[in-house]
């Protein structure tokens, strides 16, 4: 059974790059069949609120990603307890008194010396009565993992084959002094717990991967299959770091943009497949694989996602956006849709049919206009009498081609660009049409 999961911290909203992993465990679970668990981070009660967390779920949602399982680590402290006091209890995890100044001290110091900052594990070879001294005085310990010091290797389903020396680490502290829990331990426990199968995130944690392997290993756990994505940069190259507000996928859905604009480009980015723009996942997780994503860092460019949402729209059938458009027609929407770049711009569209319209008519055409007007067919119309009447235009005033078509297009939208007119008489309809020749 393969399981997967996304777990954001809910102390803000999700952006593109986080959305970019959530959808790329989504396709995953949707590929093998398997599940998707949404897992909240949310172990620093400070900084999380239930309505980040709300926003996350809505956000996933309009993405198309429904979770199999939601879980929540600030409900499993008791779990978390328990497991840490089995490594305790074994001696993987040991107390640690040194205040932040101190460590820092000591980093500096190494640093001088040219040695690599790594923790000289000093509080390993504290004597019983030392830590009681420390104990009395008021001190409270953190609690450092201790590592194996050993070459940890996985096959990365993105990076290949990959090897991280634990000895060049400093041994990662799991447990804070007031007995809370950073992000680390928790993730493996969970991993283990929720039978996760696969772990896939971003590349940020690639030498986390390496801890929490041993950690698995330490709890009897068994070890996931891992894939870390390249992060995304700016169209400049640059992280994403300082724009991350209006990159939000909030901010993309007030932006009125579509959802499966925004998930075919953060599926397809840094792959080898062109970037088109999808109607649904199904689409999408049939030419979906890990082995696509490149090692590079793939660029984000908020003008290519403004072109996908248009080239979505343009082949969007009328059932996907009926209910966006309430009071509009089938016909409506086909005549427009090729000059549309986001949902909203209908209205103009509307606006252009409906009128009320400025008719542009430049005075040598005056006489044309009127002849045109007079030559308008009898209703019913449709499809085709733009032709019927166009043609009979051009036999009568001998104009043809730009000069022919132009005018009646300003005259008729107040533009000189936009829809088929073929498409848009039969909507705009002969009562409108004689009122703007007029
Ligand atoms: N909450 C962590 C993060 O957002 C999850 C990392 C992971 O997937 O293990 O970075």
């Known amino acids: 059974m393969t399981t997967v999961r996304f777990a954001p911290s809910p102390t803000g909203r999700i952006h593109i790059g986080n959305a970019r992993t959530a959808i790329l465990n989504w396709l995953f679970a949707l590929k093998s069949g398997g599940e998707f668990v949404l897992r909240y981070d949310d172990t620093d009660t400070a900084r999380s609120t239930q309505e980040f967390a709300d926003g996350i779920a809505a956000d996933l949602h309009w993405l198309g990603i429904r979770p199999h399982r939601v879980e929540w680590q600030s409900k499993r402290f008791a ?45 390993l070879k504290l004597t019983a009565e ?11 310990p953190h609690w450092r993992f201790r590592l194996d010091g050993r070459t940890v290797e996985w096959h990365d389903l993105i990076r ?9 680490l400093s041994d990662p502290v799991l447990v804070r002094e007031d007995g809370s829990y950073l992000y680390t331990l928790p993730s493996v426990i969970d991993d283990i717990d929720f039978g996760i199968s696969h772990v896939i995130r971003g590349e940020d944690h690639v030498v986390n991967t390496a801890v929490q392997i041993e950690i698995t290993e330490a709890l009897g756990g068994r070890v996931p299959g891992y894939a870390h994505h390249s992060l995304l940069t700016g169209a400049d190259g640059k992280g994403l770091s300082k724009r991350l507000g209006s990159l939000s996928i909030a901010a993309m859905r007030a932006g009125g943009l579509e959802p499966m604009a925004v998930v075919s480009l953060a599926a397809l980015l ?7 723009p999808c109607l649904g996942y199904e689409e999408l997780v049939e030419g979906f694989g890990l082995d696509k994503l490149s090692r590079a860092p793939a660029r984000f460019d908020e003008a290519e996602l403004l072109h996908l949402n ?35 711009d209908t209205e103009g569209w509307r606006g252009i049919i409906a009128g009320p319209v400025t008719p542009v008519i430049a005075e040598e055409d005056r006489s044309f206009i009127a002849e045109a007007r007079h030559l308008l067919p009898e209703e019913p119309w449709d499809g085709g009498t733009w032709k019927q009447w166009t ?11 730009k ?9 008729l939208t107040g533009l000189d660009h936009g829809p088929e007119l073929a498409q848009l008489l039969p909507l705009i309809g002969r009562e409108r049409a004689l009122e703007r020749l007029a």
């Open 79 to 123: 779990r978390y307890d328990e497991l840490a006091d089995g490594l305790r209890a074994a001696g993987r995890l040991y107390p640690c008194y040194e205040t932040a100044d101190e460590l820092d001290r000591r980093r500096k110091r190494q640093l001088a010396r040219g040695l690599p900052p790594v923790y000289d594990r000093a509080a």
């Open 130 to 140: 030392e830590r009681q001294r420390l104990e009395a005085s008021g001190q409270k």
């Open 160 to 168: 290949g084959p990959q090897h991280i020396d634990t000895a060049s």
């Open 270 to 276: 840094g792959t080898s497949d062109n970037i088109h």
């Open 310 to 344: 248009a080239k979505l729209l343009h082949h969007m059938p009328w059932e996907s956006v009926k209910d966006r458009l309430p009071g509009a027609s089938e016909a409506f929407w086909l005549a427009i849709r090729g000059n549309v770049a986001k949902l909203s």
């Open 391 to 401: 043609e009979a235009v051009k036999a009568s005033t001998g104009r043809k081609g």
């Open 403 to 411: 000069p022919l078509f132009m005018p009646l297009r300003l005259a």
